[in-house]
């Protein structure tokens, strides 16, 4: 196995195993690289790379994305688009979730993009546009059926015709116009039918309003892989960069893997319980392995009962309560030692457990799994070079 930085010694009570000390996520750039060129073959139009949330919890890809063939960057709030640009990248980025008192200013003069999905936002980001000297770079977010965030539709044509009126006094340029399918993980879903209408008009009333937008986005993974007539002339790509398929169809390359040492070994006898409650009882006897990461670390708890780890080329029961800071798997008579790697999650092409397997374990989506892990940095080294290598 190809060596890594040793992580610092975090004060951790489990002894050293091996060196190794903390779980590790590996992010694996060319797969990022070849899912961004795999979105831009298949949409055939411009693609903006979502990095939200730490990137899905994957760490710095921006540059990995736009040296693929990514042409924007996006971004739910505002302080992430900042410190999108305080790292250098310089790329067409947007924020399209910000409350009304948000640092526009900033965005304005960052040269970030913002939706807009109230008149309130409207006039709050006209108001700074003034203060601050130079126009706003907007998109009109329209709500196709969501009921989340975007303007409703009786809202719409007021919403262009005052982005118009800031739009001829030089505080707003508008650049865009979106909108969000709440069905695209359901291709042949009437809905989508409808809400694709919906935009579809929704553009047609900005256009008799005077707006020229030069950028239409309706599709994010789902959509841009499986519904052509929602690709207009932006695809927003977000799960589907990191391997995910929302819709289930197509298989995409996923970017992380999840590893933790092997801390502890202990043999017990039949009928022991095991963890908080004893929900689980040895049947035989048998070793049990610790793995020092759990529920802080981002793994579900609900998977508890169901989740598996692999050990040297093996799927392995993980056994009783996934507690806050570890896990117990039950490694048989299997020669296992003290500083033996687990696999938690991967690609899946040697037979580990994917963020897919663990999203069934918990009864959730893969986009939850790989978002929460590592959020505690202290325990969890995210090493963002490369892909454990085996």
């Given at each position: 196995?190809?060596?890594?930085?040793?992580?610092?010694?975090?004060?951790d009570?489990f002894?050293?195993?091996?060196?190794?000390?903390?779980a590790?996520?590996?992010v694996?750039?060319?797969?990022?690289?070849?899912?961004?060129?795999?979105?831009r073959?298949?949409?055939?139009?411009?693609?903006m790379a979502?990095?939200k949330?730490?990137?899905?919890?994957?760490?710095?890809?921006?540059?990995?994305?736009?040296?693929?063939g990514a042409?924007?960057i996006?971004?739910?709030?505002?302080?992430?688009?900042?410190?999108?640009?305080?790292?250098?990248?310089?790329?067409?980025?947007?924020?399209w979730?910000?409350?009304?008192?948000?640092?526009?200013?900033a965005?304005?003069?960052?040269?970030?993009?913002?939706?807009?999905?109230?008149l309130?936002?409207?006039?709050?980001i006209?108001?700074?546009?003034?203060?601050?000297?130079?126009?706003a770079?907007?998109?009109l977010?329209?709500?196709?059926?969501?009921?989340?965030?975007?303007?409703?539709?009786e809202?719409?044509a007021?919403?262009?015709?005052?982005?118009?009126?800031?739009?001829?006094n030089?505080?707003?340029?508008?650049?865009g116009?979106?909108g969000?399918?709440?069905?695209?993980?359901?291709?042949?879903?009437?809905?989508?039918?409808?809400?694709?209408?919906?935009?579809v008009?929704?553009?047609?009333?900005?256009?008799?309003?005077?707006?020229t937008?030069?950028?239409l986005?309706?599709?994010?993974?789902?959509a841009?892989l499986?519904?052509?007539d929602?690709?207009f002339?932006?695809a927003?790509?977000?799960?589907?960069?990191?391997?995910?398929?929302p819709?289930?169809?197509?298989?995409?390359?996923?970017?992380l893997?999840?590893?933790?040492?092997v801390?502890?070994?202990?043999?017990?006898?039949?009928?022991?319980?095991?963890g908080?409650?004893?929900?689980?009882?040895t049947t035989?006897?048998?070793?049990?392995?610790?793995?020092?990461?759990?529920y802080?670390?981002?793994?579900?708890?609900?998977?508890?009962?169901?989740?598996?780890?692999?050990?040297?080329?093996?799927?392995?029961?993980?056994?009783g309560?996934i507690s806050?800071?570890?896990?117990?798997?039950?490694?048989g008579?299997?020669?296992?030692?003290?500083?033996?790697?687990?696999?938690?999650?991967?690609?899946?092409?040697?037979?580990?457990?994917?963020a897919?397997?663990?999203?069934?374990?918990?009864?959730?989506?893969?986009h939850?799994i790989?978002?929460?892990l590592?959020?505690?940095?202290?325990?969890?080294?995210?090493?963002?070079?490369?892909?454990?290598?085996?």
């Amino acid at each position: 196995m190809t060596r890594h930085p040793e992580p610092p010694v975090d004060g951790d009570a489990f002894p050293a195993a091996a060196g190794r000390r903390l779980a590790e996520i590996f992010v694996d750039r060319q797969a990022i690289a070849r899912n961004v060129r795999h979105f831009r073959a298949v949409t055939a139009t411009p693609v903006m790379a979502v990095v939200k949330a730490d990137a899905f919890g994957h760490g710095a890809v921006a540059e990995v994305a736009l040296a693929n063939g990514a042409t924007w960057i996006g971004a739910a709030s505002i302080p992430e688009a900042l410190r999108l640009r305080a790292a250098g990248i310089a790329a067409p980025t947007l924020s399209w979730l910000n409350p009304v008192e948000a640092d526009w200013d900033a965005a304005i003069t960052q040269r970030i993009d913002v939706a807009v999905s109230s008149l309130e936002h409207l006039h709050a980001i006209s108001q700074s546009a003034a203060r601050v000297g130079s126009p706003a770079r907007i998109h009109l977010h329209l709500d196709v059926g969501m009921s989340r965030d975007g303007a409703p539709r009786e809202l719409w044509a007021v919403l262009c015709e005052t982005a118009r009126a800031f739009e001829r006094n030089g505080n707003v340029a508008v650049v865009g116009i979106m909108g969000h399918l709440s069905c695209a993980d359901a291709p042949t879903a009437p809905q989508n039918d409808i809400e694709r209408l919906r935009f579809v008009n929704g553009v047609r009333v900005a256009l008799r309003r005077g707006l020229t937008p030069s950028e239409l986005h309706l599709a994010a993974s789902a959509a841009a892989l499986h519904r052509s007539d929602t690709r207009f002339t932006l695809a927003r790509i977000g799960a589907g960069l990191y391997g995910i398929d929302p819709a289930g169809r197509e298989q995409l390359a996923p970017a992380l893997t999840l590893t933790a040492p092997v801390a502890l070994l202990r043999e017990v006898r039949a009928g022991e319980g095991i963890g908080y409650t004893h929900d689980h009882r040895t049947t035989r006897a048998t070793t049990l392995a610790v793995l020092p990461l759990g529920y802080g670390d981002g793994l579900p708890r609900a998977a508890q009962g169901r989740a598996a780890v692999s050990i040297r080329g093996k799927r392995m029961p993980i056994v009783g309560r996934i507690s806050m800071d570890q896990v117990v798997v039950d490694v048989g008579c299997h020669p296992v030692q003290l500083g033996d790697i687990a696999v938690v999650m991967g690609p899946g092409d040697r037979g580990e457990p994917t963020a897919k397997d663990w999203a069934a374990w918990a009864g959730t989506i893969e986009h939850e799994i790989v978002t929460r892990l590592g959020t505690r940095s202290s325990r969890v080294l995210r090493t963002a070079d490369e892909r454990w290598a085996r």
